[in-house]
C-alpha cells in the first residue's frame, strides 16, 4: 500500500506559500501523492489551485483530489480546470470526484443540489470520453460515495473508489461494497481503492477543533470524528496497517494542524 499526504488547503488561513513549501518538502519524502479536498463555502483554498501550485514545485509525486465536488462546477469547467492541473504535473493527476455532503456548496455556487447524482454520472462520461473536453484518456478517476448509487457510478465510469475516512473496518465496509459493484458489471480485475484518515502529531486540542469545524454540518457526529484524529505514532501505525490489510492501495493521511512540522513528523513515523 502507498501512503500520502494531504495539503492543508481546507484549513482556516492556510497560507500560499506554506502550501508550496509543504508540497516541496513531501516531492524529497516518503509520500507517494499530495491530496486535496474540496469546500466552496468554509475558508479554504480552492483545490485544484492548491495542486497547481504543487505540481510548479515537485516532479515525482502524485497529486489527486480527495475529492472534488463535481456538480459544483459545469462540465466543461471540471475538464479544464483537471486537464490544467494534469498537464502542468506531466501526468501526475489523479481525479477524484463525488456529489458532496455539504448543501450550503451548493447554495454559495447557486447551484441546485437536487438532482446532483446524474448530473455527476453526466461529468464522469463526458470525462471518460475524454476528446472533446481536452482530458486524456487515461486519466485516473475515482468515485466516492457511501450509498448504492454511488458504488455503481465508480464501477461504471471510475478506475476506482474514494472512501471518506474512518476506522480500517468501515474501509472494509465501503471496500467490498466497491469490489461488488466492479463485479456487478463485469468489469475485469478490481478497481483501485483509496482511503484517508486525519493526522495532528503533538496537538491533539487544535487538531480536534478543526474537525469539529469542518464537519459542524453532521451535528453530534462531528465529535466522533475529531475522536479519530491520528495523534501518535502507534495509532498512526495501526491506521496504517489496518488499511493495508483491508486492501486499500492508497492511503492519503490528512493534516489537520497547517504545520510543516507535522509533515516532517508524519515522515518520521512512516520512515
Known sequence: MDVGI???NTIPGTDGRLVVEWARRADGGPFSTLGVLDRLAYDSIDPFAALAAAAAVT?????????????LRNAALLAKQAAS??????KRLTLGLAVGARLDDYETAQVDHRGRGPRLSEQLAALRDGDD?????????????MVGPAFA?????????AHNGGPPRAFARAAASARAAWNDLGRPGRPLLWGQGYF????EDRGA?????????TGPFAEQIAAGNL??????????????EAGCDELILFPTVADLDQLDRLAEVLA
Open 153 to 161: 457510478r465508480m464501477a461504471r465510469y471510475a478506475d476506482g473508489y
Open 59 to 71: 516532479e515525482r509525486i502524485g497529486l489527486a483530489t480527495m475529492i472534488a465536488i463535481g456538480p
Open 209 to 217: 477543533a478543526y474537525l469539529r469545524d469542518y464537519y459542524a454540518f
Open 6 to 8: 494531504g495539503l492543508p
Open 231 to 244: 495523534t501518535s505514532a502507534r495509532a498512526i501505525r495501526d491506521f496504517v496497517r489496518g488499511y493495508e
Open 133 to 145: 473536453l481536452g482530458v486524456r484518456e487515461d486519466l485516473p478517476l475515482l468515485v466516492g460515495g
Open 200 to 203: 495532528a502529531l503533538g496537538d
Open 85 to 90: 492541473v494534469d498537464a502542468l504535473s506531466g
